[in-house]
């Protein structure tokens, strides 16, 4: 079957599915708010670094967890929710910041996280009519259906010149007899390794049985102490100035706006196999041997990954015309984030509770990228970004904000989020691993997992208009055959 057939087909399936999905409803059973137990947790607050800095605001982060449950609602509200809200109300008290708010004095008083004795996160259950499996598929999926499974963070106030914002939400969404979404909400200044241990701690919880409590949650209780953070560069300072820069300009850009979704974009997963990425190692190594004969230090999975991921979004680009054709020097930038825990010079634990990442920045030309052997260009390119974080981990750490505030105005650029590292698949609540973990990402943004059902395999979330989406396959499918 050739391509067009196969798109117009593809075409065709979308727009029955899409009819459908119009059509489903969901229904709000119950909004309610979670506290740690009462008297558990005093009044704490808690200081950010300079590697927070960078995130403070109305920056967020979305993700879906998706389960099977073959049993009615009301068996759930029944049986299944008591025990949800229990567990979810034991794992705040472990992860209480998470239940406060984010302050943002006016200058020069640092932002910081503040928990007050009986605050709550928000809540809420729904019951959906859409199709279950057809949201856990990797297939293009309308952003708007993605989105009736995201909660919403409590709306930013201001009190006395500083900005509170909400860190976290929470929404269960049940498909009868199908399954159950897990939607999480919060604040990138609560980091991605923060996050899931929240969710595998409150998994732990559920599952537990007789089994001790503390014992499940050892490896997962968060580190909350600040000193392991060294600003040995006098850092802060300079983030410090570019924020309050920055915050001046938040009551006219972020206070009563939302952030509107992108219309006709759908979301996807592209799957890489360990054999493709083993492939693609292969063949990467063989074009680098045939060039200068040097073997490439850091060829991981995520670099083959993310080189052959963004050349094929960069060729998307060019094909669609959502690039300019003069310019053939113009520099495109990839963004991704470098855990730094065991990279300093003092080593950060994995549970440290707070961003402990160098922003990275790696560069191409369009022409180069564009060129047949433009996954090589990429692979070097994050090659020599990932070398660099490797000896000097906060070089440049001074420019983080600017960097990306410039980088952003251009806008030939793509980012990342996630990690297959991370363990988006291992939060159990005792109904078996997610059918589905993904991150609801946005244009020209590159999420990552762990693959749900492979060892050692990528999962690649992107969002895109639809013919672009289509593109994407077409080039994503030829060139992983071109390297066969």
């Known amino acids: 079957m050739d391509y067009k057939r196969r798109a117009f087909i593809k075409e065709l399936v979308r727009e029955k599915e899409s009819a459908m999905a119009s059509t489903c409803t969901h229904e709000v059973l119950e909004h309610c708010q979670i506290s740690p137990p009462p008297g558990s947790v005093p009044t704490t607050s808690l200081p950010l670094t300079f590697f927070d800095i960078p995130w403070v ?3 967020h982060v979305e993700c879906l967890y998706f389960y099977e449950f073959s049993n009615p609602t009301q068996h759930f509200t029944q ?3 008591p025990t949800l809200k229990h567990s979810l109300s034991l794992t705040l008290q472990h992860f209480y910041p998470l239940v406060g708010n984010l302050l943002c004095p006016p200058p020069p008083t640092k932002p910081y996280i503040l928990y007050n004795n009986g605050d709550s996160i928000p809540l809420t259950i729904v019951e959906s009519t859409n199709n279950f499996n057809h949201l856990i598929g990797n297939h293009p999926r309308d952003i708007i259906e993605l989105d009736h499974l995201v909660p919403k963070l409590s709306p930013i106030q201001i009190s ?5 914002f909400p860190l976290l939400a929470l929404k269960i969404t049940i498909f009868p007899n199908s399954g159950i979404c897990i939607g999480i909400t919060n604040l990138h200044v609560v980091d991605g390794w923060t996050s899931l241990n929240f969710m595998k701690s409150w998994a732990s919880i559920v599952s537990a049985g007789g089994e001790s409590i503390m014992t499940r949650l050892e490896k997962f209780l968060p580190y909350y102490d600040r000193d392991v953070i060294k600003d040995i560069n006098g850092v802060e300072a300079i983030l410090m100035n570019e ?3 920055l915050r001046s300009t938040w009551k006219d850009s972020i206070l009563g706006n939302t952030i509107a979704l992108p219309l006709h974009h759908v979301q996807a997963t592209f799957v890489l196999s360990r054999a493709q990425i083993q492939s693609l190692k292969k063949w990467l190594l063989a074009q680098r041997k045939n060039e200068n004969g040097s073997t490439p230090q850091h060829l991981s999975r995520f670099v083959v990954t993310c080189a052959f ?5 960069i060729k998307t680009q060019d094909q669609i015309g959502a690039i300019s054709s003069n310019d053939v020097d113009e520099i495109y930038h990839f963004v991704f984030p470098a855990d730094c825990r065991e990279r300093l010079e003092l080593p950060v634990p994995m549970t440290y509770f707070g961003n402990c990442i160098a922003l990275s920045v790696s560069a191409a030309k369009k022409s180069e990228l564009l060129a047949e052997n ?7 390119a994050i090659e020599k970004t990932i070398s660099v974080i490797q000896s000097e981990p906060l070089k ?3 420019r983080w904000i600017s960097d990306l505030m410039n980088l952003l105005k251009l806008g030939r650029l793509c980012t990342v989020s996630g990690s297959p590292s991370l363990g988006f698949y291992e939060s159990d609540f005792g109904w078996g691993r997610p059918k589905k973990a993904e991150v609801v990402t946005r244009p020209m943004n590159i999420s990552l ?3 749900g059902n492979e060892k050692d395999g990528i999962e690649i979330g992107l969002l895109l208009t639809k013919s672009a989406m289509d593109t994407f396959s077409s080039i994503f499918e030829q060139s992983l055959n071109f390297l066969h």
Request: charged share 15%; hydrophobic share 55%; aromatic share 12%.
């Open 57 to 59: 605001g109305d920056i």
């Open 79 to 81: 049986t299944i929710l």
């Open 160 to 164: 006395n010149e500083t900005f509170v």
């Open 243 to 245: 924020y309050f820069g």
């Open 309 to 313: 991921i963004w050349v094929c979004l």
């Open 374 to 380: 433009g996954v090589v260009v990429a692979a070097r």
């Open 396 to 398: 440049g750490a001074e």
């Open 449 to 451: 997992a762990e693959c």
